[in-house]
């Protein structure tokens, strides 16, 4: 079975810091995706990344994907209230061909 | 970009009913769409995939002939509880594939049995 952990598993900092939410497995993915999901609602997507050691900026999001495709992590600059959710990432694994999610971190931005 | 409805929003139901519920591609068509539920405050846990026109793989521990899923156009794929009891009160959440590496989801679905 493949496990994505995610951590911290709850973050809550002041607007303005900065910070950096973790997503690690001991299997290796074809691609994985970032995604923030309020409340009642679906998850967004926020970015699909593919190739091991890729890095993508989103405003004030970067995203990059371990060498070994095996982990990710997600940085956030100059934290907003705004960015206040719960980011899941999701590994996709070819040959099943099913995503599976991270255990979510739930992220509070204090004003 | 692409959206997925999902219908009805919110359903409450008694005990021993069933309850279905709709996922639908608006602007795409989509081969592959995803079943997950997510229980207040943890993540999504996948429950099925399904495939236009063959039946469903459902995931280690969920039973087939409760959540039964229908995959009959490449645009709508079903969910229905079974003889619905309160602890499948959840937050039921489909996405559908547009390319090979991105999924889109839908608004979800909260169910309370009662």
């Known amino acids: 079975t493949q496990l994505l952990e995610q951590s911290p598993q709850f973050l809550s900092i002041q607007e303005g810091e900065n910070l950096t939410v973790y997503c690690n497995s001991s299997s290796v993915f074809s691609s994985l995706q970032w995604y923030r999901q309020e409340p009642g609602e679906g998850p967004v997507l926020l970015v699909t990344?593919?190739?091991?050691?890729e890095v993508k900026k989103l405003k004030r999001l970067t995203f990059q994907f371990g060498d070994a495709r095996k982990d990710s992590s997600l940085h956030i600059t100059a934290a907003q209230p705004g960015d206040t959710g719960l980011y899941l990432c999701?590994?996709?694994?070819?040959?099943?061909?099913?995503?599976?999610f991270g255990s979510g971190t739930r992220l509070s931005i204090r004003p | 970009g692409a959206v997925v409805s999902q219908h009805p929003s919110w359903v409450i139901c008694k005990s021993g009913t069933s309850v279905k519920i709709e996922c639908r591609s608006l602007?795409?068509?989509?081969?592959?769409m995803f079943w997950y539920r997510q229980f207040p405050k943890q993540s999504l846990m996948l429950m099925a995939t399904s495939n236009e026109g063959s039946k469903a793989t459902y995931e280690q521990g969920v039973e087939k002939d409760k959540f039964l899923i229908n995959h009959a156009s490449l645009t709508l794929s079903t969910l229905t509880v079974t003889s619905a009891h309160p602890e499948d009160s959840s937050f039921y959440i489909c996405?559908?594939?547009?390319?090979?590496?991105?999924?889109?989801f839908g608004p979800g679905t909260r169910l309370t049995v009662t």
């Open positions: 996405s559908a594939r547009d390319s090979p590496y991105e999924q889109y």
């Open positions: 990344v593919v190739t091991g050691g």
């Open positions: 602007d795409f068509q989509a081969t592959t």
């Open positions: 999701a590994g996709e694994n070819s040959s099943a061909s099913k995503i599976i």
